[in-house]
């Protein structure tokens, strides 16, 4: 039977932040044994058979064995994350600085975070039952935990068995690993760094009255928890699998730590600029599914690796809101080998070039299943798509109306795509693929030119013959496509254009216009 720590939010709502200070949807099982170390060293009911200062015998044993087995998996409530963090409070509070000569009584700010609405008790989830001596310990340490993230986050930690979880813990951290959450988990040694920055903090001889003496120069700061003893694994949904019924069945988000605002008309310039930067990371013998070069006697394939800009504020379903990224593309036929040479690049990749200014990209990345990228429709009523920032004719098209030429430039466009799925037939005849496609469901709902004095900007290399006139719109792909799925249209797909994004989250524009 499994057993499970259960955390219930009286108030409903889970509040903290991450490393980098942005809010956290849900706390790591490395926040909750942070939780259990301070109770177990400070709490009444943990420490009421103790005879040591510190954390007791039995309660160090439990720690211990939490280390060495970690959870399997855990069990998650309906959530909705907060998104931001905001100063909302200034006071005083004691603090002087002293600025120009002078030394002032300053105002502090405090920085409050939208918490993650919670709809029901969280669980983390151990296979067997806990042996006898380290429920018992934990379930005195449990007692003690009055907070879990903010000290405004208050909590219930309980034991309970026979709960079943919603989500699995990934014994290992699998970069190629479809979809799921990135969470730190403790492993041995965690409790022992812990004390080790506890009594660094807190020496047990007093300083000196000169070593103790305020600074009027700096203002006042409390330590982050050290890394040392976290590893990351993944939280992926149970019976969560990827498909490879779209275009680009995984999603590497890489955060952009640095960098400057890009523009619309920038995102092909920022999508070369990346892939330069990892074929040059690469070095020779770059894998012609990254290049997008081909022998000529190998028939290139529909789709090959694709790289787009995500501006901060897109509605993702992993929670990639926060900060800018750097999406990569990774299409359903490409080979582990190739994968590996990738994932090894992006190990090494930190900072990218560009006419626009330097990148600092972030060394947490996370990999997404491309099936359920983004958010489902709030509305419930048919997905909307729209080109963002706009795509590029991929042939000539002809018409009576222009409504009739836009027709058969994306259905053409969006044929090119689909065409390596499996089950479908593409037809190569333009009045032919248009026709099928709009019998499953392809529908124009707008489409135009762009207006703009650089079309160039919007796409990397094209048909000497073929002017380049680059143009938005809104569709509906019906059941091509799962709702959720990340595509991409048109000539500059792989590099920067035609990324179709959900278009009911986008009248104000934010992927459109970033």
Same mark, same amino acid.
């Given at each position: 039977?499994?057993?499970?720590?259960?955390?219930?939010?009286?108030?409903?709502?889970?509040?903290?932040?991450?490393?980098?200070?942005?809010?956290?949807?849900?706390?790591?099982?490395?926040?909750?044994?942070?939780?259990?170390?301070?109770?177990?060293?400070?709490?009444?009911?943990?420490?009421?058979?103790?005879?040591?200062?510190?954390?007791?015998?039995?309660?160090?044993?439990?720690?211990?064995?939490?280390?060495?087995?970690?959870?399997?998996?855990?069990?998650?409530?309906?959530?909705?994350?907060?998104?931001?963090?905001?100063?909302?409070?200034?006071?005083?509070?004691?603090?002087?600085?002293?600025?120009?000569?002078?030394?002032?009584?300053?105002?502090?700010?405090?920085?409050?975070?939208?918490?993650?609405?919670?709809?029901?008790?969280?669980?983390?989830?151990?296979?067997?039952?806990?042996? *006898?001596?380290?429920?018992?310990?934990?379930?005195?340490?449990?007692?003690?935990?009055?907070?879990?993230?903010?000290?405004?986050?208050?909590?219930?930690?309980?034991?309970?068995?026979?709960?079943?979880?919603?989500?699995?813990?990934?014994?290992?951290?699998?970069?190629?690993?479809?979809?799921?959450?990135?969470?730190?988990?403790?492993?041995?040694?965690?409790?022992?760094?812990?004390?080790?920055?506890?009594?660094?903090?807190?020496?047990?001889?007093?300083?000196?009255?000169?070593?103790?003496? *305020?600074?009027?120069?700096?203002?006042?700061?409390?330590?982050?928890?050290?890394?040392?003893?976290?590893?990351?694994?993944?939280?992926?949904?149970?019976? *969560?699998?990827?498909?490879?019924?779209?275009?680009?069945?995984?999603?590497?988000?890489?955060?952009?730590?640095?960098?400057?605002?890009?523009?619309?008309?920038?995102?092909?310039?920022?999508?070369?600029?990346?892939?330069?930067?990892?074929?040059?990371?690469?070095?020779?013998?770059?894998?012609?599914?990254?290049?997008?070069?081909?022998?000529?006697?190998?028939?290139?394939?529909?789709?090959?690796?694709?790289?787009?800009?995500?501006?901060?504020?897109?509605?993702?379903?992993?929670?990639?809101?926060?900060? +800018?990224?750097?999406?990569?593309?990774?299409?359903?036929?490409?080979?582990?080998?190739?994968?590996?040479?990738?994932?090894?690049?992006?190990?090494?990749?930190?900072?990218?070039?560009?006419?626009?200014?330097?990148?600092?990209?972030?060394?947490?990345?996370?990999?997404?299943?491309?099936?359920?990228?983004?958010?489902?429709?709030?509305?419930?009523?048919?997905?909307?798509?729209?080109?963002?920032?706009?795509?590029?004719?991929?042939?000539? +098209?002809?018409?009576?109306?222009?409504?009739?030429?836009?027709?058969?430039?994306?259905?053409?466009?969006?044929?090119?795509?689909?065409?390596? %799925?499996?089950?479908?037939?593409?037809?190569?005849?333009?009045?032919?693929?248009?026709?099928?496609?709009?019998?499953?469901?392809?529908?124009?709902?707008?489409?135009?030119?762009?207006?703009?004095? *650089?079309?160039?900007?919007?796409?990397?290399?094209?048909?000497?013959?073929?002017?380049?006139?680059?143009?938005?719109?809104?569709?509906?792909?019906?059941?091509? %496509?799962?709702?959720?799925?990340?595509? +991409?249209?048109?000539?500059?797909?792989?590099?920067?254009?035609?990324?179709?994004?959900?278009?009911?989250?986008?009248?104000?524009?934010?992927?459109?216009?970033?």
């Amino acid at each position: 039977m499994t057993s499970a720590i259960t955390a219930t939010w009286p108030m409903g709502v889970y509040l903290g932040h991450g490393r980098d200070r942005t809010p956290e949807a849900i706390p790591s099982f490395g926040r909750l044994y942070s939780a259990l170390v301070h109770a177990a060293a400070t709490g009444v009911s943990s420490r009421q058979d103790a005879d040591e200062e510190g954390i007791s015998a039995s309660a160090r044993r439990s720690l211990q064995w939490l280390e060495q087995n970690p959870p399997i998996g855990m069990r998650l409530p309906l959530l909705q994350p907060g998104r931001r963090f905001s100063s909302v409070a200034y006071r005083k509070e004691g603090v002087f600085k002293t600025e120009g000569g002078d030394k002032n009584y300053k105002v502090t700010e405090r920085t409050v975070g939208e918490g993650t609405a919670v709809s029901g008790p969280m669980s983390w989830i151990w296979q067997d039952t806990f042996p *006898h001596e380290v429920g018992s310990a934990l379930d005195k340490i449990c007692a003690d935990v009055g907070c879990l993230g903010e000290a405004s986050s208050m909590v219930i930690l309980e034991l309970e068995t026979g709960v079943e979880p919603t989500h699995l813990l990934t014994a290992t951290r699998g970069f190629f690993t479809p979809g799921g959450t990135e969470i730190e988990v403790p492993a041995p040694g965690r409790l022992e760094q812990l004390e080790l920055q506890h009594a660094i903090a807190r020496p047990k001889k007093m300083p000196t009255a000169s070593a103790d003496r *305020h600074s009027f120069s700096a203002m006042p700061s409390s330590e982050s928890p050290v890394t040392a003893g976290l590893v990351k694994r993944r939280l992926v949904p149970l019976g *969560h699998q990827s498909s490879s019924d779209v275009p680009w069945d995984r999603v590497i988000a890489v955060p952009i730590e640095h960098g400057p605002r890009v523009r619309a008309e920038d995102h092909v310039a920022f999508a070369v600029a990346m892939h330069r930067a990892l074929i040059s990371v690469i070095g020779p013998g770059a894998p012609a599914s990254v290049t997008g070069r081909y022998d000529e006697n190998v028939k290139p394939p529909p789709n090959r690796l694709a790289i787009h800009y995500l501006p901060e504020g897109a509605p993702t379903c992993e929670g990639l809101e926060h900060v +800018a990224h750097a999406l990569l593309l990774l299409p359903s036929d490409m080979s582990i080998p190739d994968m590996d040479v990738l994932a090894e690049a992006l190990t090494r990749l930190r900072v990218v070039r560009s006419r626009m200014g330097k990148f600092v990209l972030a060394s947490d990345v996370m990999f997404l299943d491309g099936a359920r990228f983004w958010k489902d429709s709030r509305s419930g009523n048919p997905r909307v798509w729209q080109i963002s920032p706009a795509a590029v004719p991929e042939r000539w +098209a002809v018409g009576r109306t222009q409504a009739d030429v836009y027709r058969e430039t994306i259905a053409w466009s969006v044929g090119n795509v689909l065409k390596g %799925l499996p089950n479908l037939e593409i037809p190569d005849n333009a009045t032919l693929r248009l026709e099928k496609l709009t019998e499953l469901g392809l529908e124009i709902e707008s489409a135009k030119p762009l207006a703009t004095r *650089h079309p160039a900007k919007y796409v990397h290399r094209t048909n000497r013959n073929l002017p380049v006139i680059p143009y938005v719109g809104r569709i509906h792909l019906g059941e091509l %496509l799962p709702s959720t799925a990340i595509t +991409a249209i048109g000539q500059s797909r792989h590099l920067g254009g035609g990324l179709l994004v959900p278009g009911e989250s986008q009248e104000g524009s934010v992927c459109s216009d970033a």
